[in-house]
């Protein structure tokens, strides 16, 4: 296939990449300058894609590193390298927003690029490691000694592909594959069609180890890619399960596809509310959507939260068998955040079997015998079980006895999130919410598959 007019319309134009280096220049001439002239021994680095060259258009963010001796003070790197984000923020009269890390960091806006301003320590290798940021330099620095310049436009590609199949981004949201790892995967795999071809035979557990280290068997994630600067670190750690297995079958589905232009684009879709919610009706399922608010705590601490706390609540309703069809959450990031469940069923009968131990067990059957009385034991199979009351047979007065001081460990519920849970928590009707993001979640909530085929 020919890919020139997709990198056509991927690639930065011109003048994107012109203004990107001269705005970039501008940040480290000055922030370099300023560390000169007060005697700071500090060094400024372009990092991240666009030092690689590998953003894709529009997405040419700034990433500048202050880069301190390793005999730095952690205090002093953190008070100093924020006050010299405070004065490059006030030369180009900008706002501050300040974000954390291993340490502080600035985040800013500059005649329409995002800049993040992050001081870090000086290292020359993994083992010198003081702060989890500190690698990225050295990720600049091999990617650009590693990645030829035909293989810039493969990474362009692969990251849209991912991009537009819901599989790029390593933030907690998304859970996807990062910049770095496309980078390092076409680094090994050559080509970006030759990765898909490489990545229809994943296995979980799947190993890429660039320098040969030999630390793979360190690892249980579902994909693992030794970092190239450290040899103690899978770069691929971010990467959930379902994220690499939307990749695989995008891949597959690609590979075979007749439409293969469709998989660069968006979606094209139109978003009526009324044919949404005419969706569920059809699907005759009970759906329960809990709305509450939620805490000012950065994203990549909140969204860990919201999925644990849905995933948990899921298991705990299935433990009680109520069918959890499907089960995710959606957030506005400032306000609040909806629990939406969709069950086969959200009320049961009023007795449940209790299963006990097997028959052969004969200790273990007399201590459930003493429990629960002998006239009231049976056998089903081989084990011995007997019968009794439910406590809920209403999934909803399952949640709402959950969500109470009281009972609220019954669940792993995020810590950030249980007080707010449960002062605010409330049941609401799918089509309360009026958000454009929110109808999109619903969209993807009822037809899952959407990204992954063209």
């Given at each position: 296939?020919?890919?020139d ?10 003048n ?8 970039s ?11 000169d002239?007060k005697g ?9 894609s ?11 963010d ?74 990225t330099?050295?990720h ?39 910049g770095?790892?496309c ?45 190239p ?56 399922s009970?759906?329960?959507?809990i ?30 068998e ?13 306000k609040s955040?909806?629990i ?45 079980v ?69």
């Amino acid at each position: 296939m020919n890919y020139d007019l997709i990198l056509k319309d991927i690639k930065p134009t011109s003048n994107e990449k012109n203004e990107i280096n001269e705005l970039s220049s501008k940040l480290m001439n000055f922030l370099q300058k300023s560390c000169d002239e007060k005697g700071i021994g500090a060094n400024v680095a372009l990092v991240g894609s666009v030092a690689k060259n590998t953003a894709l258009k529009g997405k040419s963010d700034i990433d500048i590193f202050i880069a301190f001796p390793l005999d730095t003070d952690k205090q002093y790197l953190k008070k100093v390298g924020l006050d010299l984000a405070h004065e490059c923020c006030s030369e180009f009269k900008s706002i501050a927003e300040h974000h954390f890390a291993s340490h502080p960091y600035v985040t800013t806006h500059i005649d329409g690029f995002e800049v993040d301003i992050v001081p870090c320590y000086a290292i020359n290798d993994g083992s010198e490691l003081k702060s989890a940021v500190d690698r990225t330099i050295l990720h600049t620095r091999y990617v650009k000694a590693n990645l030829s310049e035909n293989q810039i436009d493969e990474v362009l590609l692969l990251k849209r592909f991912m991009a537009m199949t819901g599989t790029y981004g390593s933030e907690f949201k998304v859970g996807g594959f990062a910049g770095y790892l496309c980078e390092l995967l076409i680094i090994h795999y050559g080509t970006f069609e030759n990765t898909l071809k490489e990545a229809i035979h994943w296995k979980y557990g799947e190993s890429i180890d660039l320098e040969n280290y030999g630390t793979s068997k360190s690892f249980d994630d579902p994909l693992i890619v030794i970092d190239p600067t450290d040899m103690n670190r899978n770069v691929g750690a971010a990467l959930r399960l379902d994220k690499m297995a939307e990749f695989i079958q995008s891949a597959r589905n690609y590979i075979f596809s007749d439409n293969k232009e469709d998989y660069f684009y968006p979606l094209s879709r139109s978003l009526n509310k009324e044919n949404i919610l005419n969706e569920f009706n059809d699907r005759n399922s009970d759906l329960i959507a809990i709305c509450f608010d939620i805490p000012d705590i950065p994203l990549d601490t909140l969204h860990p939260q919201l999925r644990k706390t849905t995933e948990a609540l899921e298991r705990k309703l299935n433990d009680e068998e109520f069918n959890v069809f499907k089960a995710d959450y959606w957030s506005d990031e400032y306000k609040s955040a909806i629990i939406l469940l969709e069950l086969a069923s959200s009320k049961l009968n009023d007795i449940k079997v209790n299963v006990g131990p097997k028959v052969f067990i004969n200790q273990a059957c007399e201590n459930f015998v003493a429990k629960y009385g002998r006239e009231n034991c049976y056998v089903q199979g081989d084990f011995l079980v007997h019968t009794q009351e439910r406590e809920f047979n209403n999934a909803k007065d399952l949640v709402e006895h959950i969500f109470t001081p009281d009972h609220i460990r019954l669940i792993k519920v995020g810590k950030n999130l249980k007080k707010t849970i449960i002062d605010t928590f409330r049941f609401i009707n799918i089509d309360e919410m009026e958000n454009d993001d929110y109808l999109k979640f619903l969209d993807d909530f009822i037809n899952p598959g959407q990204y992954i085929v063209r």
